[in-house]
């Protein structure tokens, strides 16, 4: 609430300076003190801006918290629309790519809901909130806590679509939160620091003693929103919306607001529609499996160095084969990338999902998967795994009550046109595996392939040239038209015998763009090059994404190509292959 911080700020100074000048007569009787005492708040609150970050949020405040300053001494009319679109217009003439960003859109359309929705929806119920000098103080307070939850309530209103397609949740307890942290953070927690920095050079003890009041406040504000957040429902996670959506939406806020100016009767209509609008993007339509059943899908998503490959059959079958990524960053991979790429493809709900081996980046994302896409089914190379954390994944999907399978050679989950088919558990101790405490043995599980389309696509998860050995004298059916590059294009895995046994005609590689020449290593692009073997990296080409239909299938890569947002999202067509009649 940046704009909250810049009035907190400007009334201190403002109280600051007005009694500081209204101490001398001669400045009474020559000057206008209240405007000499608002236009010198300006130097301090762009030096607040500049140490905020000025972000987006912050640099909006100041032009607005400026303009208005500026009117009051120069009596000029202040108009919000004026005031809101020219601090549109700055921020736009100085960075146009700020449109593109959430900063931008949630902090204008936040405050053009408080600026206009909320005055509309006064008009509209009529104003009951104001307060009258015969009320008593236990009814201002009451009418005061009605308006603030108002106006959380309008905010988040106006930008509801906007944090949905961003960030694919939005907070059931937002506005309750805001009523009690906000007064925290701008009252207590700005008001005493802002103070301190005053005393800091004349009374260095008074500051301090600020400061620890002023942390106090902030202690007070996370303990609270820890508090809220620990309810299960206090947020809920929702497909992307598509932008016809939105548009409607936004269309229908706008004739609201047009009821409450015009007091014309079309608050009804819109009232409906926004209600229409709020169900579904809470229950957006189901997506017919029928509508791809002529195609077999295979994505290899972009995730860094891991895994995480979506199977999508004919009959409308999903299934997620591993989904894991780097444990450094503070989400895991399936909140911050599966999950967002399922719901923007419309998908809310997966068949199946396969562990190839418990290593963390095969699998630390799947938690969020289980708890938001209601899988029933599991395989895994094992139950017990070799961390707290894998099992603390299995002991979830029990909770959730998924089928775990530990399936064996020639276990299927599919079978007919469409097959999805475990072809040997290196795990499993009949399989003739050698070295048991060896870190190939360890990577070792697995062994996954899928058919459909007259495409097959075979899973080796990590195993080692070991492995290899072992699946191709023991004359495993491996063969595959897709191969996902064991161990991540490893130099100890892909060994020459393997892909002769496999005979891809492409070869997938998912690892992250900073570990280029080891993952794939150099020797293994030369090889694919001598058997004429097409190599595609999701360092290089981004999400990869194969469709089969009866007729061949299509190759394309989903790495944008320019940081430019004006520039359209389009995939690009690596390689395609039309099969020849039979």
Known sequence: MSGLHMAVIGTLLYAGFFWLFSRSEKLLLRYTVKKWAALL???VLLGYGLLAGMNTPVFRAVIMSSVVIIAICANRPKSPGTLL???????LVLNPLQLFTASFQLSFAAITGILFLLPALKKIVGNRIESAPALSLSRKAINWLIAGLLVSLVANLATVPITLYFFNRFSLVGPLTNLIVEPLICLWSLGAGFLSIIFLAIQPEISSFL????ALGLGAAVHVAAFFSSWSFSTIWLPTPPPWLILIYYGALLAFMYSGWEKRRVWLPACVTLTACLWLLIYPPRRNPAENNKYFHITYLDIGQGSATLLEFPSGFRMLIDGGGSSFASTSIGERVIAPFLWTKGIRKIDAIAITHPDADHYNGLEFIIRHFSPKILWT???KGHDKNFK???HLAQQQGLALSVPKMNDYLLAGKESLMCVTNLADQGNGAENKGSRDVGNSGLILKACANK????????IGRDREHFLVTQNYDLQADVLL???HGSITSNSSQFLTAVAPRYLFVSAGRSTKGNFPHKGLAEECNDRQIDL???ADQGTLHVIATESGYHIYGYRKKSANPLYSFTPVLLDENPLTPQ
């Open 41 to 43: 708040t300006l130097p």
């Open 85 to 91: 679109a020219f601090a549109a217009m700055l921020i």
């Open 211 to 214: 400061l620890q009041t002023g």
């Open 381 to 383: 190379r094992d139950i």
């Open 392 to 394: 603390q994944l299995i």
């Open 455 to 462: 495409l097959c696509a075979l899973f080796p998860g990590d």
């Open 485 to 487: 590059s064991p161990h």
């Open 536 to 538: 595609f990296t999701t």
